[in-house]
């Protein structure tokens, strides 16, 4: 829930698919405008982007066989039910949970903020996992956010890391514990990290520096503890730091995409080659364009890397000599679930020959554009909705249609005619919520912003203060074929345009990939799974209030134990990975449960106990719950 921090892209302001974690992944760009107004430089609109690297493994992927559960409420949820629970009530407060022995440990979100006393790592005693106890919290570095924490037995002890992310301004990269005695953690070292390019400043026009860390994931191979981060850099987001003296972590090696795109591009210190790269990792396919890491999995060897990197797809490393990692192979298919690659999470089984992979999607609904009638321009065009603007899915019909009028840069309401319908407004000097203001003050019930000629068909999201009025983003070319004139010199303010529609339609939350790893070079995808609600986001059995992605996976004994947010804990049977199954769910509703949960269920994290039948789960607004998994038999009462 997909962060980097909003960098300019050699002045083309471009924010990364996650500030997040839990929040949406946005189109590409999210701007207000006046700080994206500069002059143009060479951006994606430019055609400098070279061919998309992964484009022939995704050609050479099997046909998906998309599988549905028949049933969201079904008998398999007695296989799996509540045992115990940890309360933190508090509403989008609690990220991810891991365990080690006697202890679960939770983390914190952006609100309360580090600095809070509430804000950090939460440790429960889960000896009695009927009755857990809360027994203190690691804190938070002041400004930042605990999203990720891993714990392990490593060669100097039980060891803690927790990612950092700025919330309030704090720092970022990732601190080090020691937790042999969890009531009393020791603080072992702060890591502070910034972009391993040195190009990267003159690239985004800036420093990249202190960013923040989103997972970690702790290893050790050959008599020695790692520590795998996955950073907000913009190149090489994979890094991996030796821990064996965990108070002197020590940057081993880094990995990034941009190796996909334009192999030892950043070795080479060549500005044209960096740039293009960069320009690279930050499109993509569908709503949430950029190929940047989200996630790591490391095999039990320590040998194995799997990085859920977003639209660049699910990458496997080799990583037996850390200082030098290699590329294995790229599974991607574009075409699967809903048009997004969206690489979110990522789990082997233990012989590696199966490998499921979440996609994490909030954008359930797609924009579609369209210029009415049977004129010459008549057609579906590319669009963005503004995330200012009102959701044109609570419009009537969910669409926003009408005539147009062109109103020219709208920056002044003078100089804007009075009117109704869909106002068009040009892009640029003031900002999208000036706009948006001075055309509701103007009587127009819409607004299509279309981009200028320098930026051509590029496109944005409208961002900013929110305006009540519902508004999409169009390219140059769409704008002026609205209009039905050739070029920007022959509109005319006031003068009325095509009659346009812009409709929302459900494409689908996100689910599960299953990919066989028969051959480790050749990954293919034998399937993919959803919910009936992550599959339709309208159907009545789900709650229009719910989040239906899916978000992170273990797998264990051919069976993927996953959090689906607002589905709840769902177990799936992978062993026919051409077929997989659900065999287990734990789902909950109603005013009661929401009551004792501080909201309705929001599923973030997942960690099993391996080899036995307990399951922790933490949710954003009830905190920990603790799950025992049964058989084929009812789970009547798991307190019994």
């Known amino acids: 829930m997909k962060q980097l921090k909003a960098f300019k892209l050699a002045l083309v302001v471009v924010s990364s698919f996650m500030a997040f974690s839990a929040s949406a992944a946005p189109p590409p760009v999210v701007t207000d405008d006046p700080d994206d107004e500069p002059q143009h430089v060479p951006s ?3 055609d400098l982007v070279r061919a998309d690297p992964s484009a022939p493994l995704a050609a050479h992927d099997a046909a998906v066989a998309d599988i549905v559960s028949d049933a969201p409420f079904a008998k398999v949820i007695k296989n799996l039910a509540e045992a115990g629970r940890g309360e ?38 889960v000896r009695n996992k009927t009755n857990p106890e809360f027994v203190g919290v690691i804190q938070s570095p002041t400004g930042s956010r605990t999203n990720d924490v891993r714990v392990a037995t490593m060669g100097r002890g039980d060891i803690l890391v927790h990612s950092n992310e700025p919330c309030a301004g704090g720092p970022g990269g990732y601190e080090v514990y020691n937790v042999e005695d969890p009531l009393h953690p020791v603080h072992l070292a702060s890591v502070r990290i910034d972009d391993p390019n040195p190009l990267a400043p003159l690239i985004i026009a800036g420093p ?40 002197n972590p020590m940057l081993v090696s880094f990995w990034g995409a941009e190796e996909l795109f334009d192999p030892g591009v950043v070795a080479s210190g060549d500005v044209s080659r960096n740039l293009d790269a960069a320009i690279w990792l930050f ?133 804007v005619p009075a009117g109704s319908g869909i106002a068009l407004i040009q892009r640029g000097v003031c900002a999208f919520t000036v706009k948006g203001g001075n055309v509701i003050a103007a009587g127009y019930s819409g607004m299509v912003v279309f981009n200028d000629e320098a930026r051509g068909d590029a496109l944005v999201t409208m961002g900013g203060t929110a305006i009540s009025i519902p508004g999409v983003f169009v390219g140059h070319s769409t704008g002026l074929a609205i209009m039905g004139v050739a070029n920007a010199a022959d509109l005319v303010i006031g003068a009325g345009g095509a009659t346009i529609t812009a409709a929302v339609i459900p494409n689908g939350w996100s689910g599960m990939r299953i990919w066989s790893y028969a051959d480790p070079a050749n990954p293919i995808l034998m399937s993919t799974f959803n919910t009936v609600c992550s599959a339709n986001p309208t159907d009545p059995s789900c709650d229009p209030r719910g989040t239906y992605s899916s978000h992170n996976v273990i797998v264990e004994d051919n069976k993927a134990y996953i959090s689906w947010y607002s589905d709840g804990v769902v177990v799936l049977d992978v062993s026919d990975p051409v077929n997989p199954v659900e065999v287990a769910r734990y789902h909950r509703t109603g005013s009661e449960f929401e009551t004792q949960n501080a909201g309705i269920q929001d599923v973030w994290g997942i960690y099993k106990i391996p080899n036995q039948p307990w399951i922790y789960a933490s949710d954003r607004n009830g905190g920990l719950y603790i799950l025992k998994e049964y058989g084929s038999g009812s789970a009547k009462n798991a307190k019994d």
């Not at 997972?215 to 987001?237: C, H, I, P, R």
């Not at 859920?308 to 990692?325: C, E, K, M, Q």
């Not at 009415?372 to 669009?383: E, F, L």
């Open 208 to 247: 990249v520096t202190d960013v923040g860390v989103h997972n970690l994931w702790l290893f050790s191979q050959a008599g020695k503890d790692y520590v795998a981060v996955t950073t907000e850099t913009v190149f090489g987001n994979f890094h991996i730091y030796d821990i064996t003296d965990p108070a």
């Open 283 to 415: 499109s993509g396919f569908g709503a949430s364009q950029n190929r940047f890491l989200h996630d790591v999995t490391i095999t039990p060897d320590g040998l194995t890397a799997y990085l859920a990197n977003w639209d660049a797809g699910l990458v496997r490393l080799d990583i037996t000599d850390v200082s030098n990692p290699q590329l294995v192979s790229v599974a991607i298919d574009p075409t699967s679930e809903d048009g997004e690659v969206n690489s979110h999470s990522v789990w082997p089984n233990a012989n590696g020959s199966i490998v499921v992979e979440g996609e994490e999607d909030f954008s359930p609904f797609e924009s579609q554009f369209t210029i009415d009638g049977s004129g010459p321009n008549a057609g579906t065009y590319a669009s963005s909705e503004g995330e200012i603007t009102s959701p044109i899915a609570e419009e009537p019909g969910a669409e926003m249609s009408g005539q147009t009028t062109y109103v020219g840069l709208a920056c002044d309401g003078a100089s």
């Open 88 to 125: 933190r009530l508090s509403a989008n407060s609690t990220t991810d949970v891991w365990a080690l022995g006697n202890y679960a440990y939770t983390g914190t979100f952006n609100s309360p903020c580090g600095g809070d006393p509430d804000a950090g790592i939460w440790i429960w005693d």
């Open 44 to 46: 994606i609109a430019d």
